[in-house]
């Protein structure tokens, strides 16, 4: 098992190379760094040493991949692919437009983001499955069908809507909690609690419809009949039998999801002003801060990769029978 | 030259709406004569869930078609000089509800309100009251006793028109098909869901004549910010929709498809390099994918205003390369299912049988393989479709969205949601576009579902 996870890490790289090439290309040759120092400075402010100093202070006035100029080894450092693209890989991810080191500011970030996506992914997944098993136990009936029409509405309803709504409901209307805002501490609770029903509210349509087509799927199988024909009552058939084996296709598209948790959400945190990963996102596109979306990029895939390896080893988890080699 | 009233405009987008059309319409000849496509959409055909909401998405289909026949008016002509065409780009649907367009207030108003929503300072008055609007209600002259009845009276005068027109439509299916009232609604009378076809016809015709006979005398939705009718805008908002739902999966199939057969069938380093570039792409988040590809592209056009000779071209310049990186991020999915479904259907009889018979690779591939994968590409067109509507909303709010100028539910959704703090509130244009996506998402979904399990092949077991 260790060898695999090893071969696995090893397969990573080349794919997080591709993304930073991909990234590299998108950044720097689509755009050369004078269009985007151009874009950046406005027309009316674009002089020629306007520019220079804009790449200057960024360190974009390099050249892209080959450095003619300088000698030896540094023919290959001294320019924008290596100082700016290869040095994400040690997690050196510069500095953003105001200064402030990139890298630092994810550390600090990363909390916030955690504490409002770890409790929705946790609570959204609970109460996906318990609405789903509700329905498989009351299959083919009224209440079933009432509940997948229910399921395909709110999956019909843009995600805009639940926050604003939720935001205008709780917050404006019954005044319970803070509309937006985010503290440390025990007080976060009371900025928290909205987000994340809202975030559990909105995400429950698809998935409950998901895990009730694979708990369908699951209760036609040959060990279900067994199980009813030893006598079992339903209860157990679905909590003991249909659950533990329908967690393996159910594991597939939740795990996955796991390590971008830390990424945070967009829309809800800046919906909430939360501090978080995802706000820095959105405001960073909004300021076209073209560093930290970039960081963002490799991030966010780094995550991604290391959620397909968790994929895997937990599979030998929630069946035994599953080998990894 | 003779000049004509009109000049036609066929911007990008336009172009490639009618492309989709004409692809669907040889993919639909093509599909006649296959057994199996035929009796998967006969399935289809049958459900009547499936064919009402085909009917709502045939309205949103009519709308933004109507919007897509783009013309620049020609100008007052001096005399002596050639024919000068306006600047600005309208669309049939424009011209249609021109009177819509034209009656603008001055800023916002309720819904079918005579007054604007704020407080202005009047000539002539010290105080400050709510003006008068230039259009809502203006047939009732100073005199507003009459304002509900007024409103009451065309309420019914519409729902009356709307119910006319169904009894003739209900007449002239009846002599059609030769059934009694009764039998012809029963929903799923008749071979084709025609009953369900007319009851949901009859809900569309009932709101479309309130909304015409409302629409005469007042902003039935209110206005925005700068007094343009909200009802207006959402109509506008649907072509918008329709293009990134549709364009988007129609930009990339050709690749996908491509890609996940050569895969699937030549495997050895082509499948190693295929696989290697999607995984690649898909490991990046899509939204900081597509935020960082659109930021891209928004320099690119900064850079190049001489692109581009009207607004509305560089406005649908973005709307197409939106498509395009959408595209970008959604074609992994599907390359990897027909890259699948494609290594299985390599192993089979007939597949085997025609390597025997010496038959060329892409010959195999286009003949053999091609033609037992399109329940994958049809379900994906129809599966992704909803998605890509609730994404545009998110991503215009994200700000990597279509241009602002652009009507769009994300860009309707964007602008009314700063005004949620006004007391009292500004609701309509939100609820309006709210309404109008999910009409039309729910209406996606329910077909996506009939068409899957129609063509999906587990499923029908």
């Known amino acids: 098992m260790l060898a695999y996870i090893f071969r696995r890490l090893l397969y990573a790289i080349p794919i997080l190379i591709g993304v930073n090439l991909f990234t590299f290309a998108l950044f720097f040759v689509v755009n050369t760094p004078d269009d985007m120092a151009r874009m950046q400075l406005g027309v009316k402010r674009v002089t020629p040493e306007a520019i220079q100093k804009w790449k200057a202070e960024r360190g974009y006035d390099k050249p892209l991949i080959w450095n003619a100029a300088a000698g030896g080894s540094a023919a290959l450092t001294d320019t924008i692919f290596f100082s700016k693209s290869v040095r994400m890989f040690a997690g050196d991810f510069g500095r953003a437009d105001d200064g402030r080191n990139i890298a630092r500011e994810i550390g600090d970030r990363m909390g916030p983001s955690l504490a409002i996506a770890l409790p929705t992914f946790v609570l959204g997944l609970f109460v996906a499955i318990s609405f789903a098993l509700l329905l498989v136990f009351f299959r083919a009936t009224t209440l079933d069908f009432a509940g997948v029409v229910l399921c395909v509405a709110m999956m019909s309803i843009s995600g805009l809507f639940y926050i604003i709504g939720g935001q205008w409901l709780v917050s404006k209307v019954w005044h319970l909690v803070p509309i937006s805002g985010y503290s440390g501490g025990l007080d976060a609770a009371k900025f928290l609690v909205l987000p994340v029903i809202i975030g559990v509210i909105g995400g429950i349509g698809s998935s409950a419809r998901w895990y009730r087509t694979i708990f369908l799927e699951e209760i036609g199988r040959d060990y279900v009949r067994t199980a009813r024909a030893k006598g079992l009552p339903e209860r157990v058939v679905l909590f003991r039998h249909v659950l533990r084996n329908a967690l393996i296709p159910i594991l597939t598209g939740v795990v996955v999801v796991i390590p971008t948790l830390f990424m945070g959400s967009l829309l809800t945190e800046s919906f909430f002003g939360v501090p978080g990963l995802g706000s820095y996102t959105i405001d960073a596109i909004n300021a076209q801060d073209f560093a930290v979306v970039r960081s963002m990029v490799f991030i966010g895939s780094v995550l991604y990769i290391l959620g397909l390896l968790l994929t895997d080893v937990s599979y030998t988890l929630a069946d035994p029978r599953v080998r990894l080699q | ?461």
């Open chain 2, 1 to 461: 030259m003779t000049a004509f009233a009109i000049q036609p405009v066929v911007l990008w987008s336009d172009a490639l709406l009618f492309v989709l059309i004409s692809v669907i319409v040889a993919l639909a000849l093509w599909a006649r004569r296959q057994d199996a496509l035929r009796a998967a959409w006969a399935r289809v055909a049958k459900n009547g869930v499936a064919m009402a909401a085909a009917t709502v998405l045939a309205v949103f289909v009519l709308v933004g078609l109507l919007d897509s026949l783009h013309y620049r008016g020609r100008l007052e002509a001096q005399p002596g000089s050639t024919a000068r065409y306006a600047v600005e780009v309208n669309s049939a649907l424009d011209a249609l509800l021109s009177d819509m367009r034209l009656r603008a207030e001055t800023t916002y108003s309720a819904p079918l309100a005579t007054h604007l929503f704020a407080r202005e300072a009047l000539e002539n008055s010290t105080q400050r009251e709510f003006p008068r609007l230039k259009y809502g209600g203006a047939h009732l002259g100073e005199n507003l006793s009459g304002h509900e009845l007024d409103i009451a009276v065309r309420v019914s005068r519409g729902l009356a028109g709307g119910l006319v027109v169904w009894l003739l439509l209900v007449a002239v299916v009846r002599r059609a098909n030769g059934l009694d009232f009764k039998a012809l609604l029963k929903v799923g009378a008749g071979g084709a869901a025609t009953g369900a076809i007319l009851l949901t016809v009859l809900p569309i015709l009932l709101l479309l004549g309130v909304a015409i006979s409302l629409g005469g005398g007042y902003h039935v939705f209110g206005t925005d910010k700068v007094g343009q009718d909200v009802l207006y805008l959402s109509l506008k908002a649907i072509r918008t929709g329709l293009l990134i739902g549709t364009l988007t999966t129609l930009v990339m199939l050709p690749a996908a498809v491509l890609l996940g057969i050569l895969a699937g069938y030549v495997g050895g380093w082509v499948d190693d390099l295929i696989q290697y570039l999607y995984t690649t792409l898909s490991s990046i988040p899509g939204v900081l994918l597509i935020a960082a590809a659109v930021l891209m592209m928004q320099v690119v056009i900064d850079n190049h205003p001489d692109w581009f000779t009207t607004s509305a071209e560089r406005a649908d310049a973005r709307l197409l390369a939106l498509c395009l990186i959408l595209a970008m991020t959604s074609w992994t999915g599907v390359a990897r299912l027909l890259r699948g479904e494609t290594l299985k259907l390599r192993e089979l009889e007939f597949v085997q049988a025609a390597q025997a018979f010496g038959v060329g690779r892409f010959a195999i591939m286009r003949r053999h393989i091609l033609p037992n994968l399109m329940h994958i590409v049809v379900i994906s067109l129809v599966m992704d479709f909803s998605g890509l509507v609730l994404a545009e909303a998110v991503l215009s709010y994200v700000g990597v969205g279509v241009d602002p100028t652009t009507i769009s539910f994300g860009t309707m959704i964007n602008t009314a949601r700063m005004e949620l703090a006004r007391e009292p509130m500004v609701w309509w244009s939100l609820m309006a576009a709210f309404g109008f996506m999910f009409a039309l998402v729910l209406a996606a979904n329910l077909f996506a579902d009939a068409v899957r399990d129609a063509f999906d092949p587990r499923s029908s077991a």
